[in-house]
């Protein structure tokens, strides 16, 4: 019987054209306008990933270089040799080129963000989560790589330290890597004469490991507004299910359920399985267009209807806390506030409009806490080929946040204090 | 007794809307509700069809209180609800199909059922079309049907012709009465249309204010008016010193007044066109004409409220 209730809101969808075009056309249109004209890749670390690195320097890089300058006049070298290392120093800046060349490049400045600090700053800064690592280049630092450089003294001292967040794995792995990679071709420049290193090639070899580390595909702006829009006008099924509830009963179709000795009960689930069914239909219409069309596709076909279900779920929620309160309130407002205000919020939060999550952890976190949010990072992290185990939490965040909805928009429908 | 409404109440928060209304509707009778907006009618029949918990008294359907086991009287009752209560982006037959699935209705049953109502209620032919694109009239017309379909043995009807024309309305009328000659099914209908009620039922209660002022047939009724006369006098132009003189008069029970018309209440024996022309001429009122109506239940209605049916 169920069946029917799906069927008539399935029918009542169809015959309106503004609902169809709601729930259908605009997020096509809109997937299509914001995809192309933003074009290009939107890095998918940027909305999935994001990490903030502190540097601290406690040497000083003119002075350590100025101290070797002295220490080369009084060696035994050919004055040849000196001219040509002299000069190979003034390309030479370790420094420079670990924080603006390696840490500045294109790849890596969209997922980790490097800050300069002073040294007072580090005991707070090491005390807070916000960071993921924290890079402390020692004193003299510049001056021992020079050394070990230039003059071939091995030193141990040519090192910087690393400070991992344990509580930030993956980001802090990077760091580790790019340092590690920095310091190896360091200790590569040793032949006077080819002195400087290449950034470029250090940065490569990151990026090879950074993807191995995220697991990460780049995702272009298309695939991201897809799941942008999807996710954002999914939310629209429930207000319009709960709209169709409202009037159900305004119109006193509810009291002619009721008279067949369907339950109210039955009667509210009905709502929550027809939204369920409903925002899965659509979110498959909608992906399978995009895969025609846009060429969004999906790998893992059975964790994307997992968290599509799930997100369906979700929803199914709202439509029927919305039901409850238009009930409760006799009036379609909580719909029609859902619809005009919230859904909109929601989906700014969530990042379908921007990746706004990278703009700082907070944020990150609170998209993540809307439904619409949560589905997205779930499914832009299986399009960048994460596994399950990284994604699941959201598929579980989301059926707790639909079973909430159920549980609080149960206690508000009203009872059948009133009937019999 | 099919239906006995024993002392029915029913208060809200801050009004009382029903208060210890009696009626008993025997097996093929159609019966009458006549009263004014908010007298309570709606607020009755909802508690008779289940929808509406009484705060006092109870409803029998066939001696079995309705408060006790609604479920099974559910099947029996057929409920015409005051509003559309239709999908208006469905088609009719897509209507009757949800709510006969609904009502545990299906294969050739349901169909021969759709098959049936629509015809009762002459919409065969516009089955395919959506609600939302049909008359006021069909869209009553497939109210009805709806609550046909589980064959019921007694429909309620809460004022199934309102806001419709004068030929959509004599159709449904027409229809009740059909189904009640032909199907034998017992009526209850609901209205404020005193000349619906006179037309269609075998016996009538009045509601006003939540009670029950009167009840009884179409002439029981107009004989609480036999010691009395109801007199309508057209006048040219109303002055209200006219309307003074005949409320002054205090052998005139009840004077109203609308347009240039008066209605009056007055005793058989009372000497009203002596008296009324005397009126007028003091009051230098022109007469188009004075003459004794038979009475109406409109009439009854203002002799035991001092106050019009219609608003
Ligand atoms: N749910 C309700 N809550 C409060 N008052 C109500 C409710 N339903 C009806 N009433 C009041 O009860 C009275 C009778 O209403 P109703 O039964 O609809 O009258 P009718 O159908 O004769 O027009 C009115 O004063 C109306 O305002
Ligand atoms: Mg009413």
């Known amino acids: ?95 420079r080129i670990l924080i603006d060349e390696m840490f500045g490049s294109e790849e890596l400045k969209q997922i980790i963000q490097l800050e300069q600090v002073s040294p007072e700053q580090v005991d707070r800064i090491k005390k807070e989560d916000e960071y993921s690592a924290i890079i402390e280049i020692p004193e003299k630092f510049t001056y021992h790589v020079f050394t070990s450089a230039f003059l ?45 290193i290449d950034p470029e090639a250090v940065v490569e070899t990151v990026s090879g490991s950074i993807e191995t580390v995220l697991k990460r595909k780049p995702i272009n702006s298309i695939a991201y507004y897809t799941v942008g829009m999807n996710v954002f006008f999914i939310m629209f099924v429930a207000s319009t299910i709960s709209s169709f509830a409202y009037r159900e009963k305004r119109l006193q179709v509810f009291n002619r359920i009721l008279l067949t000795n369907v339950s109210r009960w039955f009667y509210f689930f009905g709502i929550v399985f027809s939204t369920i069914f409903i925002a899965l239909l659509q979110q498959i219409i909608l992906y399978g267009i995009s895969t025609i069309v846009f060429q969004v596709r999906w790998e893992n ?37 859902f619809n005009s205000i919230i859904v909109t919020l929601f989906a700014l939060l969530g990042g379908s409009f921007l990746p706004i999550s990278s703009f700082s952890p907070m944020l990150n976190l609170i998209g993540n806490l809307t439904p619409n949010g949560a589905g997205m990072t779930a499914l832009l992290k299986l399009l960048q080929g994460y596994e399950w185990g990284d994604i699941y939490i959201y598929v579980v965040y989301l059926l707790v946040i639909g079973f909430v909805l159920l549980a609080v928009a149960v206690m508000l429908f009203p009872k059948r204090r009133a009937e019999i | 007794m099919l239906l006995d409404v024993v002392n029915l109440s029913k208060r809200f928060k801050h009004v009382q809307a029903v208060k210890e209304v009696n009626m008993h509707i025997q097996q093929g009778e ?50 015409v609800p005051q509003e559309i209560a239709l999908y208006l982006d469905l088609t009719a037959e ?54 046909l379909l589980h064959e019921p043995e007694i429909i309620i009807m809460d004022e199934p012709t309102v806001g419709i024309d004068p030929q959509s309305r004599n159709y449904i009328l027409e229809t009740v009465r059909r189904l009640n000659q032909q199907k034998g099914m017992t009526v209850l209908y609901t209205s404020h249309y005193m000349e619906e009620v006179e037309y269609l039922c075998d016996r009538i209660y009045i509601m006003d204010q939540g009670e029950v002022i009167a009840s009884g047939t179409n002439e029981e009724l107009k004989d609480i008016l036999s010691s009395e006369q109801t007199i309508t006098i057209q006048v040219e132009r109303l002055h209200k010193s006219f309307i003074d003189a005949l409320i002054a008069d205090s052998a005139l029970k009840k004077v109203d007044n609308r347009d240039k018309t008066v209605t009056v209440i007055a005793p058989k024996k009372y000497p009203f066109f002596k008296k009324i022309t005397g009126y007028a001429e003091q009051t230098e009122t022109s007469l188009v004409s004075v003459e004794v109506k038979a009475p109406t239940l409109e009439d009854v209605f203002l002799h035991l409220t001092g106050r019009a049916l219609r608003d």
Do not use: C
């Open chain 1, 301 to 337: 076909v059975l964790a994307f209807l997992v968290i599509n279900m799930t997100l369906s779920f979700a929803i199914g929620g709202f439509s029927a806390l919305l039901t409850s309160m238009n009930f409760r309130l006799d009036s379609e407002n909580a719909s029609n506030v």
């Open chain 2, 94 to 147: 897509e209507n009757l199909q949800f709510f006969g699935k609904i009502n545990g209705i299906k294969g050739k049953k349901l169909k021969s059922r759709i098959e049936e109502v629509l015809e009762w209620i002459g919409l065969a032919e516009r089955r395919k079309d959506v609600v939302k694109k049909f008359s006021g009239g069909m869209k009553r017309r497939l109210n009805i049907g709806v609550a």
């Open chain 2, 30 to 79: 159609i019966i009458g509700l006549l009263g004014p907006n908010g007298a309570g009618k709606s607020t009755t029949i909802s508690m008779i069809s289940t929808l509406l918990k009484p705060t006092g008294g109870d409803v029998y359907f066939n001696g079995k209180s309705i408060i006790k086991d609604p479920k099974s009287i559910r099947r029996k009752l057929g409920v």
């Open chain 1, 152 to 196: 071939g003294e091995k030193n141990e001292k040519a090192k910087l330290l690393l400070y991992k967040n344990e509580g930030r794995q993956i980001s802090s792995q990077i760091v580790e890597e790019v340092l590690e990679q920095f310091q190896r071709q360091l200790s590569n420049v040793t032949v006077i004469g080819k002195s400087g």
């Open chain 1, 1 to 95: 019987m169920i069946g029917q209730f799906i069927k008539k809101d399935l029918l009542m969808l169809i015959r309106n054209r503004n609902e169809l075009l709601i729930l259908l056309l605009m997020p096509l249109v809109l997937i299509s306008i914001l995809g192309f004209a933003l074009g290009g890749f939107i890095s998918g670390g940027n909305s999935t990933f994001h990490a903030k690195v502190a540097i601290v320097d406690y040497g000083n890089e003119q002075r350590d270089m100025e101290i070797f300058k002295e220490q080369l006049q009084s060696l035994p070298l050919a004055s040849e040799a000196k001219n040509e290392i002299a000069e190979g120093l003034e390309n030479f800046r370790p420094i």
